[in-house]
C-alpha cells in the first residue's frame, strides 16, 4: 500500500479511536502508563474511588483528601483528557514555583509522557517548565505566590493541587483566568490543615461525598472510619503485636482483608451528604489506601498521642480531616477570663505601649504595663502584667497623632505592610519612638534584629515566637481586657491557629494560619514587641517635640 495512504489510514483509525475515549476514565485507561507501585496500563483496580473523580464535569470540584490517594492523577489525567479530546487549555497552579511547580513538571509531567508514546506526541513543545504547548492547546504550570505568573493566562481549566498551601489571597485571581472561556472548570485539591482554612472550607459547602462499599461478610454499604474500622491488637506502638492490627465492617465487625481491598471496594459509590450544593466534594482517608497497611495506621495513632506534631499529621495525613489541636487558638472562655471591671479608651498613667496593625483600616492597641512584684524574671515581657487601655481603629495616619499624643507611649510599633511609605514617614516623624516592624525567618526566638543607617526605624523578628507570648497571655491571663472589648477584637484573636509541624530535620516547628481577618491580634503582637524596645528608652515621648 502508498505510504499516503497508509498515513490515511492510520489517520482515520486514530480519529475514530478518539471518538471512543468520550470520557476521561476511558482515556485514562487508554493513554496512562504508570511507573511503581503499580506500573503498566492505568487501572482504577487499586483506586477505585478515582473513576467517578476523573469524570465529575461539574464546573468546581473539591477533593479534601489524606495523602497519596491519587487526587494529583485526577487532576493530571483530567489536564491531559481536556488538552488531547477537548482542545481545553489548563492551569495547573501549585503552591510555589520552586520547588512545587519545577518538581511537578519533572517528577509528574515528564514522567508521564517518558511512559507513554501516545502522550509524547500530544506536545509539540515541553522544555518550558511553567509552558507546554499541544498545538494551539497549552498547559501553564504556575506557583500561587507569584501574582505575575498568574495574569494574563486564559484558561478553561484550573487545578488547585494542595490548596492549603498557597498564599490563599492569590487564588481569586487564579480563578479569573476562566473568565471569557466557554468550557470552565475547577478543582480545588489538598490535604486540609485546620478546621475553618483552605480546602476544608469548601469542602464544607459542598455535597460532602464519602465512598461506600457492599461489605463482603454482611452485604451491607458501609465505608471506612477511624476508630471504628480499625482493630489495634496492642497497647504502644513498640510492641510486634500490633502488626497483627487490621480492618473491620462497622456494621457486622467481621474482618476487612487488607490485601483484598481492591475486590471488595471494586464497586464502591460515592454517597453525598447533601444533593442540593453547587460544589461536588470528595473526601476519602488512608484506611482505603492499598499501600498503607493497617498496622502503619495504629503506630501513627500511638504517636500522635504523645507529639503535637504527629497528631496534626495523623488527622491530616492519615485521616484527611482538618484538626485544631488542644490550646492551639483562643477560646471565648479565655478571652472571657480576663475580663476586668473597666471599659475601652479609658486613659491611666505609667509605662505604656501601642501597636499598629496595617490593612484597610489602621487597628491599634494601647497597653499598659504593670511590674509584677517580687518576680525575677530573665526580661521585662515575662515580668510585666499587661492591661489594655484601648482598643480602636482609624483609616489615617494623621488619626494616629492624638492617640500618641493622649497616651504619651514609651514605643510605638508598626506594622511595615502595605504602606511602607507613610509607616516611614511616620516613624521618622517620630524618631526613636515609633518602629516598623517585619516578620522574618531567619530570626530565632525572641530576638529582635535592629537595622542600621536608613533602616535604623525598622526591627524584624520571629512571627510565631512573638505570637506565642502576646496571645499566651490572653490564655494565662496575664493581661486584662476592658468590660466591652470589641466583638471584632475577639474574632480576630480567635482567627490565629497554632499549627505544629516538622522541618526538613525532623525537628518540631510551629506555625499560625489565619482563618479571617487577625488586624487586631497583630496589633497587639506589635505592641508586646513594643514592650521589650521600650526598655532600652526609659523614658514617654515627648509629644511636645517631635521630630
Known amino acids: 500500500m502508498h505510504k499516503l495512504a497508509v498515513n490515511m489510514l492510520e489517520g482515520i483509525q486514530q480519529g475514530l479511536q478518539r471518538q471512543t475515549l468520550d470520557s476521561c476514565s476511558k482515556w485514562a485507561e487508554h493513554c496512562r502508563i504508570m511507573g511503581t507501585p503499580f506500573p503498566g496500563p492505568w487501572t482504577f483496580d487499586h483506586h477505585p474511588w478515582l473513576r467517578a473523580m476523573h469524570d465529575a ?250 507529639n503535637p506534631a504527629d497528631e496534626q499529621e495523623f488527622y491530616n495525613s492519615k485521616l484527611g480531616l482538618a484538626h485544631i489541636a488542644k490550646d492551639a487558638k483562643i477560646t471565648d472562655q479565655d478571652i472571657l477570663n480576663c475580663i476586668c471591671n473597666y471599659v475601652n479608651d479609658i486613659f491611666e498613667e505609667g509605662l505604656i505601649t501601642i501597636g499598629i496593625d496595617q490593612g484597610k483600616w489602621l487597628h491599634y492597641i494601647v497597653q499598659k504595663w504593670i511590674q509584677r512584684e517580687l518576680l525575677v524574671a530573665p526580661d521585662i515581657n515575662m515580668g510585666s502584667l499587661g492591661k489594655i487601655l484601648s482598643i480602636g481603629k482609624c483609616l489615617h495616619f494623621e488619626e494616629l497623632e492624638s492617640l500618641l499624643n493622649k497616651y504619651q507611649p514609651s514605643m510605638t510599633v508598626i506594622d511595615s505592610q502595605p504602606e511602607r511609605r507613610k509607616a516611614y514617614e511616620f516613624a521618622q516623624k517620630y524618631w526613636g519612638y515609633v518602629k516598623l516592624c517585619y516578620y522574618g525567618h531567619s530570626i530565632n526566638g525572641k530576638q529582635i534584629n535592629e537595622g542600621k543607617d536608613d533602616m535604623e526605624q525598622c526591627v524584624t523578628v520571629d512571627r510565631t515566637s512573638w505570637l506565642d507570648l502576646s496571645l499566651g497571655r490572653i490564655r494565662n491571663k496575664t493581661t486584662q481586657l476592658p468590660i466591652n472589648t470589641p466583638i471584632e477584637f475577639r474574632n480576630h484573636v480567635k482567627n490565629l491557629i497554632r499549627v505544629p509541624g516538622k522541618d526538613k530535620f525532623n525537628n518540631p516547628t510551629s506555625s499560625y494560619l489565619n482563618i479571617g481577618y487577625d488586624h487586631y491580634a497583630h496589633a497587639l503582637n506589635l505592641s508586646e514587641i513594643a514592650l521589650t524596645l521600650s526598655a532600652g528608652i526609659g523614658q514617654s515621648l515627648d509629644m511636645k517635640s517631635p521630630r
Not at 205 to 233: A, D
Request: proline fraction near 6%; aromatic fraction near 12%.
Open 57 to 306: 464535569d461539574d464546573p468546581e470540584c473539591v477533593g479534601q483528601k489524606a495523602a497519596q490517594l491519587g487526587y494529583t492523577e485526577v487532576g493530571l489525567n483530567r489536564t491531559f483528557f481536556m488538552i488531547d479530546i477537548k482542545k481545553v487549555s489548563t492551569l495547573y497552579v501549585l503552591p510555589t514555583k520552586t520547588p512545587d511547580a519545577s518538581d511537578f513538571s519533572a517528577s509528574r509531567f515528564d514522567a508521564a509522557l517518558e511512559g507513554s508514546t501516545y502522550l509524547r506526541d500530544m506536545f509539540t513543545d515541553v522544555k518550558n517548565v511553567g509552558h507546554k504547548r499541544s498545538g494551539p492547546v497549552n498547559l501553564y504550570i504556575r506557583g500561587s505566590r507569584s501574582r505575575a505568573g498568574l495574569k494574563s493566562i486564559p484558561a478553561g481549566l484550573i487545578i488547585f493541587d494542595e490548596l492549603d498551601e498557597m498564599i490563599q489571597e492569590n487564588i481569586p485571581l487564579a480563578q479569573e483566568r476562566q473568565s471569557g472561556q466557554i468550557f470552565q472548570q475547577i478543582w480545588y485539591i489538598s490535604t486540609p490543615t485546620v478546621d475553618g482554612y483552605g480546602i476544608n472550607v469548601l469542602f464544607l459547602k459542598s455535597s460532602q461525598e464519602e465512598f461506600f462499599f457492599k461489605c463482603p461478610s454482611c452485604s451491607r454499604q458501609t465505608r471506612l472510619i477511624f476508630p471504628e474500622c480499625l482493630v489495634i491488637t496492642s497497647e504502644d506502638a513498640d510492641d510486634p503485636k500490633i502488626k497483627n492490627s487490621y480492618l473491620i465492617c462497622k456494621e457486622c465487625k467481621q474482618c476487612l482483608p487488607h490485601k483484598a481491598k481492591q475486590h471488595w471496594l471494586k464497586n464502591g459509590i460515592w454517597v453525598p451528604k447533601y444533593t442540593n450544593k453547587m460544589l461536588r466534594g470528595f473526601h476519602i482517608n488512608q484506611l482505603y489506601s492499598p499501600t498503607v497497611d493497617p498496622y502503619k495506621l495504629a503506630i501513627s495513632y500511638y504517636r500522635a498521642q504523645t
